[in-house]
């Protein structure tokens, strides 16, 4: 299988601090890849270079076989706080890649509303992100990364900030989005469980300066039901992810 992008041999260093060592990654059509590793790896930096807005020091990132290193617009990047603007209504907020792109509100309006009730946002276009729960919002800025770049999305520990139970309804409501939209996504997380029960496949990166240290395939049906962790398979993967983490 032809991958739609690939990072070759990125290799970044900051004054003083070396922080990504010969990481290559691929990512295929409609996949769902994570990448796992310790706080202060390199994760958030690598996910800057693969999104064009930071250069490798070496490497290349081929998007659908072309060089887009150092070429930002192409992919779309979803952080961890949601980054809405405060002043500007849900429907707005989500539009915000269509009208850099040129549209009219009008013409933005009409392309986002079909997807709000994938979302779980319909009914709520006309809110403000003050008056909506921490997971709302979220919904609303990961909507806004699909209008921005429906094939690719770079997700950078989107539900970090959200409360335990919180996390587990939006990681399954995420999973269900997924068999929906045909996007393929690379995921940051630190949280083992969430990586399994989203991934196709998982890499597993080292300390600083982060390295691939491992790569899993996850062989497991999808969906994956309430009771996933109790799978031989689920038990498998987590043994040999928290073995590489602590060694």
């Not at 690598?46 to 081929?62: C, K, N």
């Amino acid at each position: 299988m032809e991958p739609i992008l690939e990072a070759k041999n990125i290799k970044k260093s900051f004054p003083q601090l070396h922080t990504i060592e010969n990481i290559s990654l691929r990512l295929n059509r409609k996949e769902f890849v994570t990448v796992l590793g310790p706080s202060g790896c390199g994760k958030s930096t690598l996910f800057s270079i693969i999104a064009g807005i930071a250069q490798p020091d070496r490497g290349e990132v081929i998007i659908e076989n072309r060089d887009h290193t150092g070429v930002a617009g192409r992919v779309s990047f979803m952080h961890q706080k949601d980054l809405l603007l405060p002043w500007k209504r849900i429907l707005d907020n989500v539009c915000l890649p269509l009208f850099l792109r040129g549209l009219s509100t009008r013409e933005a309006h009409k392309q986002a509303k079909p997807h709000f009730p994938l979302f779980g946002l319909e009914g709520f276009e006309h809110y403000y992100p003050s008056q909506l729960s921490g997971g709302m919002r979220q919904r609303a800025a990961l909507l806004r990364t699909f209008l921005f770049s429906q094939d690719i999305m770079l997700l950078d520990e989107p539900f970090g900030g959200l409360d335990a139970l919180t996390r587990q309804t939006m990681q399954r409501w995420l999973m269900n989005v997924m068999e929906e939209i045909e996007s393929s996504v690379l995921l940051i997380t630190h949280d083992v469980d969430e990586a399994i029960l989203l991934s196709d496949r998982i890499y597993v990166l080292s300390h600083r300066p982060a390295q691939v240290r491992q790569e899993l395939k996850v062989n497991m049906e999808r969906p994956r039901g309430i009771n996933y962790f109790a799978e031989p398979e689920y038990i498998r993967l987590k043994e040999a992810i928290l073995e590489c983490l602590t060694h």
